[in-house]
């Protein structure tokens, strides 16, 4: 005759057999299975708890080193220009153009500016003056809103070049530096560029609409 005892969660115990054979056994088992079940909630209690710690700073490391590059950026790039150019000229003058880009939050103003291409610049404008378009050096320099932009064109506000020191060619790579009033500098490379434009004189004090007026520099050739 045999015998079934049940703990209090409902769990088969042992099975009693006639001649005892089974008791031993049985009593070493349960205990042993009773171990085991707590050894698996032990261990899952203990990595439920060890993985919430390890989780949160790495959650919140990559926005904080996301934020920061993010405001460096911007801080750092302050004024920038895209397409900088450089009108091709065989001797005498030539012009730099391009888009200056203001990434601050202040006007910024360009003052100066110099270049191993030549001894003399100057930031120009082109007014109409008594119905005559003119050059000129552009007074108080040349002025970017806060977080806006200023476009060097021909015809418009523009980088002057004077007594070029070698030719511009297709492709040439010219560096500037360019002084701000704060006195930062910015550093650009610029390429030369073919201009099919009007026939354009640069030279200050000029009268651009004059059809005879030299063509930035290549009329001197």
């Known amino acids: 005759m045999s015998a079934r005892r049940v703990n209090h969660a ?10 005892g054979v089974d008791r031993a056994v049985i009593r070493r088992t349960a205990p042993a299975g009773v171990l085991i079940a707590a050894v698996m909630v032990l261990g899952a209690c203990g990595s439920q708890g060890g993985t919430a710690p390890a989780t949160a700073p790495s959650a919140a ?4 080193s996301a934020a920061t590059p993010s405001t460096a950026a911007v801080a750092a790039a302050g004024l920038t220009i895209t397409d900088p150019w450089v009108k091709t000229a065989k001797k005498g003058m030539s012009a730099a153009f391009g888009t200056l880009v203001n990434n601050t939050d202040a006007e910024v ?3 100066s500016g110099v270049s191993p291409l030549s001894p003399k610049i100057e930031l120009h404008e082109v007014v109409d003056s008594k119905g005559k378009m003119i050059m000129r050096p552009k007074e108080g320099g040349i002025v970017i809103p806060a977080r806006g932009t200023h476009h060097l064109q021909p015809g418009g506000d523009h980088i002057m070049l004077m007594g070029l020191t070698e030719p511009v060619k297709p492709g040439a790579q010219i560096p500037f530096t360019l002084t701000l009033k704060d006195g ?6 610029a390429v030369g560029k073919d201009f099919a434009g009007g026939k354009e004189d640069y030279q200050p004090g000029m009268d651009m609409s004059d059809d005879k007026g030299m063509d930035m520099g ?4």
């Open 218 to 221: 290549e009329g001197n050739g």
């Open 61 to 64: 490391a990559p926005a904080s």
């Open 109 to 111: 103003t360009v003052v």
């Open 184 to 189: 930062k500098t910015m550093e650009f490379t």
């Open 10 to 19: 409902g769990t088969d115990l042992a099975v009693i057999s006639r001649h």
